[in-house]
């Protein structure tokens, strides 16, 4: 059991039937009147973020979020197959149940594969990834003294914004985390 005068960031836990991840938290003790501890909560099934405050004596059970390493073979319409490099086994992911996590994710590129009890809600992929603009303007020379940026199609199929001087045909990195432009690969 985990009391909320522990909460710390990052920490899992389960309330009403719903698994919550601590974004950010604050214990609060005012001049007047018992302490509290102020939360933001993310819920790591649907991504909803709330906003609580709690008792500091309150209990929660700790949920175990279970992170697997796994390979990204390739996608059927909506399913996505993911194979375990242990055993070989091939998982198919419907892509209702991760969102937009596979964004920046490319065919044969190693992905953990987040669940909760058995279910799948969500995939983390590398933090920097290096992929090749498939389609965007011509690119200036000469023009790198501003931060002016235009939009440029990736090779999974996502757009994000990069600067001028990028071409067609170009590999870069992308922060996953914020799906920013980072540098020429």
Request: net charge negative; no cysteine.
């Amino acid at each position: 059991m985990l009391s909320a005068g522990d909460f710390r960031n990052g920490l899992t836990f389960d309330m009403d039937g719903n698994v919550f991840s601590i974004v950010e938290f604050q214990h609060v003790k005012p001049g007047k009147g018992a302490a509290f501890v102020r939360t933001k909560l993310k819920n790591v099934i649907t991504g909803a973020v709330v906003e609580k405050t709690f008792n500091p004596t309150d209990k929660f059970p700790t949920a175990y979020i279970e992170r697997k390493d796994m390979q990204y073979l390739y996608n059927d319409g909506d399913i996505y197959y993911l194979m375990d490099k242990e055993s070989f086994e091939q998982l198919p992911i419907n892509a209702s149940d991760v969102g937009d996590s596979f964004k920046f994710v490319k065919e044969n590129m190693d992905v953990k594969v987040l669940s909760y009890k058995g279910k799948v809600f969500g995939i983390e992929p590398p933090t920097f990834v290096e992929l090749e603009i498939t389609e965007t303007e011509p690119g200036l020379k000469g023009d790198t003294a501003t931060n002016v940026t235009k939009p440029a199609k990736l090779e999974t199929g996502t757009e994000i914004r990069v600067p001028l001087f990028i071409n067609e045909g170009d590999r870069i990195r992308v922060d996953t985390r914020t799906g920013e432009y980072m540098e020429r690969a």
